[in-house]
């Protein structure tokens, strides 16, 4: 079965999944170095060119592997802004691979090897040479190294007598895997440069949701207390000349600033009721909303959320309301979030919610969202589970019997 791309970008949205993909970009580096020592192993076993040719061989593809791989992850993490240009590691490794070039066409004008292994030997270099320049040099800069050095081998296997068919192979082969392989690790490091910024991205929304939630909370209160006070103080100042003077009408504005005080107190307690009590459809609403703003994918499946008894539903609006804060706090790199209300067989109404992006490893917790969630549910015979399993996905899980809310 086939991937989609949400598949990969939850499989990556965990809080290490940018640094896991470096190290999986990483260790493909390694391994191709890995591979093309594996090959000259073997070409080295299977070419009879003499005991001092095979051991120059030997000793220049040595060096040859171990400057890719070093200039190779150099050349990552320059890449990903983590490293200063690797342009002496460059200008060595071009330099080693022009010398193993010229070597293999001096076997061949000696006689001490035949068309056929200097073919393979100049595919093989050619190849694995593209990568890592391409990768530490500008796109211009490195297209011009990545090309020259082929021109220059092939032009001197020409001159040492490599010439018809197997000649043809590798300008053909060359003119194939060359661009490929340069390519190919250029997007390897563009990819994980974008994986990363995606994940800062993705963490900045999740701060500018809750921001916003709060600038809403705060402009509700400007709202509701802003004028109410400003009259309280002209009228507080307003009473306090009057009674300077002896005035009577000073009770009368002290009673007056009593009035808009008291009225002022039940304005912001229904202010604050939307955040101390809780219904279900408000809270699966505001929770499609915000998550969504915070850029994860939210899913709703309501069930019987429209025939719970009041007490119910307000018990399992505080849980998806404390679900909803746990994942834009906690899950750094959720890419999405499943919500569903269900009824049980066993006669009991169940909220389950489901993200990606949790902590594998995470830190003792000191907060109190989950405990005062679970003595809310005592209140109506209710329990809350968690579970956080390995690959990154966390469930929260309340239940509550149908008939304790009633």
């Not at 408000?282 to 939210?298: M, T």
Request: net charge neutral; glycine share 10%; proline share 4%.
């Amino acid at each position: 079965m086939s991937m989609s791309v949400d598949d990969w970008v939850e499989r990556l949205g965990s809080p290490d999944g940018p640094e896991r993909y470096r190290r999986y970009t990483v260790a493909t580096v390694v391994f191709l170095a890995a591979t093309e020592a594996a090959l000259w192993v073997f070409w080295i076993a299977t070419t009879e060119a003499g005991t001092l040719g095979l051991a120059l061989v030997a000793g220049v593809g040595a060096v040859h592997v171990a400057v890719q791989g070093l200039l190779s992850r150099a050349a990552l993490l320059h890449y990903l802004g983590a490293g200063p240009r690797p342009v002496l590691l460059v200008a060595l490794y071009a330099a080693v691979t022009v010398v193993m070039a010229a070597l293999g066409c001096a076997l061949l004008a000696a006689g001490r090897i035949h068309d056929g292994n200097l073919a393979a030997y100049l595919v093989w270099l050619l190849m694995y040479y593209a990568g890592p320049p391409m990768l530490a040099l500008p796109r211009r800069a490195g297209a011009a190294l990545v090309a020259a050095v082929p021109v220059a081998a092939l032009g001197a296997a020409a001159a040492s007598g490599l010439s018809g068919e197997p000649l043809a192979l590798v300008i053909g082969a060359t003119l194939l895997m060359v661009p490929f392989m340069a390519t190919a690790l250029r997007v390897s490091g563009w990819s994980v440069r974008l994986i990363e910024e995606l994940a800062r991205a993705r963490a900045t929304q999740a701060r500018l949701a809750v921001a916003e939630e709060r600038l809403r909370f705060g402009r509700d209160l400007h709202d509701v207390l802003g004028r109410n006070l400003a009259v309280v103080a002209l009228k507080s100042e307003l009473a306090v000349e009057l009674a300077r003077r002896g005035r009577e009408e000073a009770v009368a504005q002290m009673e007056e600033v009593q009035r808009i005080a008291q009225e002022s107190q039940r304005e912001i307690r229904a202010v604050v009721r939307g955040y101390r009590t809780a219904d279900l459809h408000a809270e699966l609403a505001g929770a499609r909303s915000v998550l969504e703003a915070a850029g994860i994918d939210c899913r709703i499946e309501n069930g019987p959320a429209a025939r719970l008894p009041a007490r119910t539903q307000t018990a399992l609006g505080w849980v998806v309301r404390e679900g909803t804060t746990n994942v834009l706090r906690h899950a750094q790199g959720a890419s999405r979030c499943e919500v569903s209300v269900r009824a049980t067989a066993a006669g009991s109404v169940a909220v389950l919610m489901e993200n990606d992006g949790a902590d594998t490893d995470p830190r003792p917790d000191t907060g109190s969202g989950l405990p005062g969630l679970r003595e809310r549910l005592a209140e109506v015979d209710g329990t809350l589970a968690t579970e956080r399993r390995p690959d990154g996905i966390f469930r929260l899980t309340a239940r509550i019997p149908w008939e304790a809310g009633a």
